[in-house]
């Protein structure tokens, strides 16, 4: 039988869902990640792939892994023990959950330096302010990056600050944090916007080189990328969004929501590339700039605009905030876990894992500047823990999400914990059997040259 309520409590209202599981999915991956993988992989059929994997896999996946998340009311791990035993299926499904757990381990380990990133900018808004020379931003930029201290610094501070506001729990901590950043950011971005419209000619080349699409420029790999990112950028496919579900009453819609999380997330994506891309090509560079890409754009529109020097302070400030908002999602599957399994306090909890990861951020830090020769497969730290993770670990786990709730979950519980009416529920149960896990199937396939 499924639970009540979980253990860890649960969100205030359905308002305060949304917050939180939008906090969750909107983050670097729509501001820096976005916008630099699209340049990297040639801007209209990158975004167009990215688009339908959101629509066919992202948000029919999404409703499931919520929906398992409720219905089970515990961590990942257990609640797919529950599952398991409520549908009478195999209790190694719990591995997926373990699974999550690492991947979403591995993930903040990089996600935290990336954050440290724009804490580190937020400082250099306020005291050195922002150069209208494209020249001299990339300057900063490198030197930055070049250096180990400040990026272990800078990790460090903002791991201290994700797990200052996990130890607090569901609704002081996670739930507070949201409520005014979202909004927040959204209007910083639309100022963003405007302020490309200034660029005249390169603004239409911006959009033209985010729309326009021309399938020649992508391969296997950018198939894969964009489907990986469609998962990272919902959070789906390790156990995040799932152990949000685990705190959602009952009687809130799981496939409202999930369009409304799904909705607000990309339409902040793509802002974010409209924002970006008329200042690459304005100021002469290279849209395949790499991570390196909004720290060497950015800058230029707030050194170049009156005001500049707030709206620089503040849009680094509420990129921060938005990475918290994941960070937060990303490592509460372990707490949880450790809370339920170990018996431990949540500070035990956030500080064990907290620190494991921490230590493994600092090898990604060092993987930019003293360890940047040091490669695996070809890939340096960051590059390998990013492939394995967004390309691999999140699909896979996604595609394993989508099977047990299409194939192993007895049709009735699903229906139950859905609670949607008939012709929504069997278009997504469309989706969930067939649709999302062959995608995730034949892309996989695709990669390895065998489709
Ligand atoms: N969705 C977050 C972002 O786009 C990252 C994330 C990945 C969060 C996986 C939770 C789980 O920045």
Redesign the pocket.
């Known amino acids: 039988m499924a639970n009540t309520k979980s253990i860890h409590g649960e969100w205030s209202s359905r308002f305060a869902y949304i917050l939180a599981a939008t906090g969750?999915?909107?983050?670097?991956?729509?501001i820096w990640?976005f916008p630099y993988i699209t340049g990297e992989n040639g801007g209209g059929a990158f975004v167009l792939v990215y688009l339908a994997c959101v629509l066919a896999i992202g948000i029919p996946i999404m409703i499931a892994e919520t929906m398992m998340g409720r219905r089970g009311r515990q961590s990942p791990i257990n609640t797919l023990t529950s599952l398991s035993t409520e549908a009478g299926a195999n209790k190694n499904w719990h591995y997926l959950g373990w699974m999550g757990v690492i991947a979403?381990v591995l993930?903040l380990s990089y996600?935290s330096v990336i954050a440290g990133w724009a804490s580190a900018y937020v400082f250099k808004a306020i005291f050195g302010g922002f150069s209208a020379d494209a020249m001299e931003v990339k300057a900063t930029f490198d030197n930055f990056i070049a250096s180990p201290m400040q990026l272990i610094f800078w990790h460090t501070v903002f791991m201290i600050a994700t797990m200052s506001v996990v130890r607090k729990g569901v609704k002081s901590g996670l739930e507070k944090a949201v409520q005014l950043l979202m909004p927040a950011l959204l209007a910083l971005l639309l100022l963003l916007v405007a302020y490309a419209m200034t660029t005249g000619e390169s603004y239409f080349k911006g959009l033209f080189f985010l729309f326009s699409p021309d399938f020649s420029e992508i391969d296997s790999d950018a198939v894969l990328t964009a489907m990986g990112h469609a998962f990272?950028?919902?959070?789906l496919g390790?156990g995040?969004i799932m152990v949000y579900g685990s705190y959602l009453p009952s009687g809130i819609s799981i496939a409202k929501t999930t369009l409304y999380i799904a909705g607000a997330d990309t339409v902040v994506a793509l802002l974010a590339g409209i924002a970006i891309f008329p200042l690459v090509f304005a100021n002469g560079l290279e849209p395949a700039s790499g991570p390196g890409l909004i720290f060497q754009t950015l800058p230029i529109a707030f050194g170049n605009m009156t005001g500049g020097w707030l709206f620089g302070i503040l849009f680094f400030v509420l990129l921060v905030f938005a990475?918290l908002t994941?960070s937060i999602?990303?490592i509460e599957p372990i707490v949880a876990w450790l809370v339920e399994n170990k018996g431990y306090t949540r500070d035990r909890a956030s500080i064990i894992s907290g620190t494991i990861t921490w230590a493994l951020g600092v090898t990604v830090a060092l993987s930019f500047n003293a360890w940047s020769e040091f490669t695996i497969l070809g890939k340096t730290i960051f590059n390998a823990l990013d492939y394995l993770t967004a390309n691999l670990m999140?699909p896979i786990g996604g595609f394993c999400i989508a099977v047990f709730s299409a194939w192993v979950m007895h049709d009735k519980d699903v229906r139950d914990e859905l609670d949607i009416p008939e012709l929504q529920y069997v278009l997504w149960k469309y989706l969930i059997s067939y649709v999302a896990p062959a995608a995730v199937f034949l892309v996989f396939l695709h990669v390895l040259g065998i489709f």
Not at 24 to 30: D, E, I, K, R, T
């Open positions: 969750s999915a909107v983050g670097l991956g729509n990640k979403g993930i996600y990272f950028t919902l959070g390790m995040a990475a994941s999602s990303l999140l």
